[in-house]
């Protein structure tokens, strides 16, 4: 074997050890994250289904914010999301599914301008500001809880906890590769 195809090898390898491990040091990261008292818990948005009802893993994520709130481990649950390509306002459909589970109105705020991680943390720490929340407990999925937590402490959001239903699909494997690839370049972002 020559000594190029030796290098190309040994450099492959390295790449893929190095994705597999940041793959797993993210998901355990995300698994393994716990909620503590907070004043808050912050729902990230996902995909509503034609039919304007939350997607398994959106009703997944507001299931878990739902039990925090029964639990008294936070008084306030905000939901944020954007409008998706289905037409409907994630938040607004976020607010309503929780409503019609039995949270009060007024301890759900909704940010319908989430339209991805850093606005969503922008727009929670806004709010928080404005209703005197201090702490906060991010929401979302396991490969998801790192990046989202560093976002909501960028915009000066005092991160309690996390964490993330146990909710898995087969799209979760592309998700978390993405996470390999996006927290890194998040983390080198400037501010």
């Not at 939350?54 to 039990?67: C, F, G, N, V």
């Not at 998801?144 to 898995?168: E, L, M, S």
Request: with cysteine; charged share 20%.
């Amino acid at each position: 074997m020559g000594t190029h195809l030796k290098l190309l090898r040994r450099f492959t390898l390295t790449i893929v050890a190095a994705f597999v491990l940041g793959a797993a040091a993210l998901a355990a990261a995300g698994l393994f994250a716990t909620p503590k008292a907070a004043d808050v818990a912050i729902v990230f948005g996902n995909k509503v289904l034609p039919t304007g009802e939350p997607s398994a893993r959106l009703k997944a994520r507001l299931d878990t914010a739902r039990d925090l709130f029964r639990s008294g481990k936070v008084r306030w649950i905000i939901v944020s999301g954007g409008t998706g390509v289905e037409g409907f306002d994630e938040s607004a459909v976020m607010k309503a599914y929780l409503v019609a589970s039995g949270l009060p109105d007024d301890a759900v705020l909704a940010d319908s301008l989430g339209n991805n991680t850093t606005q969503t943390c922008a727009n929670a720490s806004v709010l928080m500001s404005t209703h005197g929340m201090r702490g906060a407990n991010v929401v979302t999925q396991y490969f998801h809880v790192p990046r989202a937590t560093v976002a909501c402490r960028r915009a000066g959001i005092q991160v309690a906890g996390a964490i993330a239903p146990r909710f898995f699909e087969p799209r979760d494997l592309y998700s978390l590769g993405r996470e390999v690839v996006a927290f890194p370049v998040y983390l080198l972002r400037p501010r």
